[in-house]
C-alpha cells in the first residue's frame, strides 16, 4: 500500500543535541512539508520541498533544518538553536493542489 | 494577517445527533479548503473538501457549507458515533510561489466528543 511512514514514533533528546525525523513516502509526490503541532493548537509549517534538491522555509524554521536528496525522503533535523522542540511532528506531501495533503502517522519529539 | 481559525474549541454531542463544526477565515483570496479529522497520535485524515466556486459539498454523512459572504465554512456530521470522536481542523489551501502545490494553514481545531 501507499503512504507516509514516519519514525521513529516517539523520540527523547537531551538538551543540546540534534536529532533527525524520518520521512518517506512511497506515492511517488513532488512536494513534501514538514509541520509542528503543539498541544491544543493547529498545524504550523516548519519546511516544505517542491522538487527533489529544493526546499523552502515555512513559517517556524528557526531551529530546524531539512534536504531533499531523494524524492522519496524528506528527513528533518531539531538542531539545538531550536529551544522548545517538545512537539508532535507531522509530514506530508502532495501530487498537486488539486487533491491536497497524505499525512504521516507523526513523530512526538520530547526533550529530557 | 491570514487566519483560518474556528468558533467553538470543544463540542459534546450524543450518539446519533447531528454534529456541526464551524470555521472561520480571513483569506478573500481563498479558493479550496479542507476539513481534516485528527484522532489522539495520529495524523490528520482527508474529510471532504469545497472549493470556493460552491456551495455545499456531501459526503458520506458528511457536509460542508461555505458562506463566502461571510467567509464561514461548516461541517456537518450526520447520525454521529463514538467513532466520530477526534479533533476536527479546517485548512485553507493557498499556491505556494504560483506553482501547481499549494500550503495548507490550518485552524486551532475543535474537538468533538460523542457519548454513548
Known amino acids: 500500500d501507499g503512504g507516509i511512514t514516519q519514525s521513529p514514533k516517539y523520540l527523547f533528546r537531551k538538551e543540546g543535541q540534534n536529532v533527525t525525523l524520518s520521512c518517506e513516502q512511497n506515492l511517488n509526490h513532488d512536494a513534501m512539508y514538514w509541520y509542528r503541532q503543539d498541544p491544543g493548537q493547529g498545524l504550523r509549517l516548519i519546511y516544505y520541498?517542491?522538487?527533489?534538491?529544493?526546499?523552502q522555509k515555512g513559517d517556524i524554521a528557526e531551529g530546524y533544518s531539512v534536504s531533499r536528496e531523494k524524492k522519496e525522503s524528506f528527513p528533518l533535523t531539531v538542531t539545538s538553536a531550536q529551544k522548545n522542540p517538545t512537539a508532535f511532528y507531522l509530514c506530508?506531501?502532495?501530487?498537486?493542489?488539486?487533491?491536497?495533503?497524505?499525512f504521516g502517522s507523526g513523530t512526538r519529539l520530547t526533550v529530557v | 494577517g491570514e487566519s483560518v481559525g474556528l468558533h467553538l474549541p470543544t463540542l459534546s454531542v450524543q450518539e446519533g445527533d447531528n454534529s456541526i463544526i464551524n470555521c472561520a477565515y480571513s483569506n478573500s483570496a481563498s479558493d479550496y479548503f479542507i476539513w481534516y479529522k485528527q484522532e489522539s497520535g495520529k495524523g490528520p485524515q482527508f474529510i471532504i473538501d469545497?472549493?470556493?466556486?460552491?456551495d455545499k459539498r456531501q459526503g458520506q454523512r458528511v457536509t460542508v457549507l461555505l458562506n463566502k459572504t461571510v467567509k464561514h465554512l461548516s461541517l456537518q456530521i450526520a447520525a454521529t458515533q463514538p467513532g466520530d470522536s477526534a479533533v476536527y481542523f479546517c485548512?485553507?489551501?493557498?499556491?505556494?510561489?504560483?506553482?501547481?502545490?499549494?500550503?495548507?494553514?490550518f485552524g486551532q481545531g475543535t474537538i468533538l466528543t460523542v457519548h454513548p
Open positions: 469545497i472549493r470556493s466556486n460552491m
Open positions: 520541498s517542491q522538487i527533489v534538491n529544493d526546499f
Open positions: 506530508a506531501s502532495s501530487i498537486s493542489r488539486r487533491y491536497g495533503y497524505t
Open positions: 485548512a485553507d489551501f493557498s499556491s505556494l510561489q504560483g506553482t501547481s502545490y499549494g500550503k495548507l494553514t
